[in-house]
């Protein structure tokens, strides 16, 4: 019969604990970092550290004004699209029935056009059969801007269209360049792991 040594038992005690920190820290990471959503295109990249975005001020077609900070205790999928541009036409389409689903979702679906003119914005969303569909426009690129730009924005732009994430918190979580279908099960779970406190 072997008997157990106090060094036995040290050593045993220091491994157990050790295994302990390790499978802490894994938990933790994987309670960090969101589920993975990719396109055909590109992927949702994370954003480290997520910075606050809640004091941006957006306006919506008929000029009234809503802070980021309103939508704090829900994701938020802001998605940047412009009548000019082709790619958004497949997704618009699928922000539109997110956005009426989202009334009892942890999310909030935050569409901003980039088009100068809310009268346009608005003819060519009831084009599309959108009607109902509550956007948000950015015509001086105060939000929003590209990469020739000269005024540095809360929101750059690598393409078109575009959609960033804010958590819960009201913090910039990543954003995702081109058209997605944002129904997917993969997006899903990444609006309420960022929905999540």
């Given at each position: 019969m072997m008997t157990a040594t106090r060094r036995d038992l040290l050593r045993g005690a220091a491994a157990g604990l050790l295994g302990a920190v390790l499978g802490?820290?894994?938990?933790?990471?994987?309670?960090?970092y969101p589920p993975p959503f990719r396109t055909a295109r590109a992927q949702f990249t994370l954003l480290t550290p997520r910075r606050d975005v809640g004091h941006v001020v957006l306006r919506d077609l008929g000029g009234v004004p809503r802070t980021l900070a309103s939508f704090r205790?829900?994701?938020?999928?802001?998605?940047?699209?412009?009548?000019?541009?082709?790619?958004?036409?497949y997704e618009l389409p699928i922000l539109h029935q997110l956005q009426a689903q989202s009334g009892t979702a942890p999310f909030a679906v935050v569409p901003v056009s980039l088009d100068r003119d809310a009268a346009l914005a608005g003819a060519y969303l009831r084009r599309l059969g959108l009607d109902g569909f509550e956007s948000f426009i950015d015509p001086d690129g105060e939000?929003?801007?590209?990469?020739?730009?000269?005024?540095?924005?809360p929101f750059p732009l690598y393409g078109m269209p575009m959609s960033y994430v804010i958590d819960a918190g009201g913090r910039n979580a990543g954003y995702l360049t081109g058209e997605a279908d944002w129904s997917r099960p993969e997006a899903l779970a990444l609006l309420r792991h960022l929905a999540a406190p």
């Open positions: 802490t820290r894994e938990g933790a990471a994987a309670e960090r205790g829900k994701s938020v999928l802001l998605g940047f699209w412009a009548s000019w541009c082709p790619p958004c036409r939000v929003a801007s590209g990469p020739r730009s000269e005024t540095a924005t």
